[in-house]
């Protein structure tokens, strides 16, 4: 019995919530949002609560099932609040930098590395060592922020590169340590 499936959602106000057979349409204050609900998953809008049924108790069907309610969840959470991940720079003469919607990042290469902000994405550079990605598709801005990370990921020797704010960097000895 999956709990997380069985578990009705509200839809809070100001949020419209539109289904076309297998297609779901949410529409909220930041935005709108649409995915492709699986064949074996029924969903049902009965005023302003969803809930999210399976047809038997199959393993595809239990593991979408939780699945399928979580997505919908985060859908509508999205168009409410917005997601964000913070992302910190650390190292000497590493920074980031925001030109209109591109993040110019000097990571210790020998060009500056760019990167344009796919739709639906913003970045925020509050201070040169600190990068903001927001948005209302919670799955494209943890995406993007990975991506980000992939730019100069944190080394575990002197720990510098980009990270998760929350991130802890287990750090090794180097060669002086081993005596």
Request: glycine share 10%.
């Amino acid at each position: 019995m999956s709990r997380i499936g069985n578990k009705p959602i509200t839809v809070p106000a100001g949020v419209e919530v539109k289904l076309d057979g297998t297609h779901l349409t949410v529409k909220g204050p930041k935005g709108t949002l649409e995915r492709d609900i699986h064949k074996n998953i029924t969903v049902s809008v009965d005023g302003n609560t969803i809930n999210v049924t399976r047809p038997n108790d199959e393993a595809e069907n239990k593991s979408l099932h939780g699945l399928t309610r979580t997505l919908i969840n985060n859908m509508i959470e999205g168009v409410v609040n917005e997601y964000k991940k913070e992302l910190e720079i650390v190292g000497v003469g590493y920074r980031a930098q925001k030109q209109g919607n591109k993040l110019v990042m000097n990571l210790g290469y020998s060009h500056p590395v760019e990167m344009e902000a796919p739709q639906g994405i913003t970045f925020d550079v509050p201070n040169a060592n600190s990068i903001i990605v927001r948005g209302i598709d919670k799955e494209l801005v943890g995406q993007t922020a990975a991506v980000v990370r992939t730019k100069r990921p944190p080394e575990v020797y002197h720990g510098k590169g980009i990270k998760y704010v929350d991130e802890h960097i287990r750090r090794k000895e180097g060669k002086t340590g081993k005596k």
